[in-house]
T-cell receptor, first 114, second 111 residues
């Protein structure tokens, strides 16, 4: 089954404790992206990757890191999480950036930073 | 001014009616426009995209684009209770490699 998986789905952590949210797709997609979704602010792009070893900042990259060492994986790293990073995070992928290649979203990771 | 603006709603329509959702954007260089549907607690799913001025129809959905006025709209004909969701407008920005979303419009289709 074609899908984007994220782990963990739920995470409660404390300020300053490094964490990684994994994202994996099994569709051989070139484009992958991370978003955060907050009430009243909508979906905001954190980082995106056009292909392996090619990453770029989205609209809200501060406090986040990413890597794209292989095509299928695009982990999101929070080196020193803070409470303002409490949010719902989505990973997405598509064969290329624009349709008709549909962008598939993962199920989401709800992160709480205390 | 936000890059992509939508009325948050809720927009309530009776079953069988036409629901009209609107979106305006500020980047005149934007080339591609998308509508996503997001059910509560779920991830967004793409329902329509449009590149050219005018209308694009797909089943009960019609996307309308007017680049001169910088707005894009989504019409849902014969609205069903299953259409009740939040509809997100998204626009390519930053030279085309970034996707900027509006905050979404909540649609409620009432029996």
């Amino acid at each position: 089954e074609a899908q984007v998986t994220q782990n963990p789905r739920y995470l409660i952590t404390v300020t300053g404790k490094k964490l990684t949210v994994t994202c994996s797709q099994n569709m051989n997609h070139e484009y992958m992206s991370w978003y955060r979704q907050d009430p009243g602010l909508g979906l905001r792009q954190i980082y995106y990757s056009m292909n392996v070893e090619v990453t770029d900042k989205g609209d809200v990259p501060e406090g986040y890191k990413v890597s794209r060492k292989e095509k299928r994986n695009f982990p999101l790293i929070l080196e020193s999480p803070s409470p303002n990073q409490t949010s719902l995070y989505f990973c997405a992928s598509s064969l290329h950036f624009l349709p008709p290649d549909t962008q598939y979203f993962g199920p989401g990771t709800r992160l709480t930073v205390l | 001014q936000k890059e992509v603006e939508q009325n948050s709603g809720p927009l309530s329509v009776p079953e069988g009616a036409i629901a009209s959702l609107n979106c305006t954007y500020s980047d005149r260089g934007s080339q591609s426009f998308f509508w996503y549907r997001q059910y509560s607690g779920k991830s967004p799913e793409l329902i329509m995209f449009i590149y050219s001025n005018g209308d694009k129809e797909d089943g009960r959905f019609t996307a309308q684009l007017n680049k001169a006025s910088q707005y894009v709209s989504l019409l849902i004909r014969d609205s069903q209770p299953s259409d009740s969701a939040t509809y997100l407008c998204a626009v390519t920005t930053g030279g085309g490699n970034k996707l900027t979303f509006g905050t979404g419009t909540q649609l409620k289709v009432e029996l």
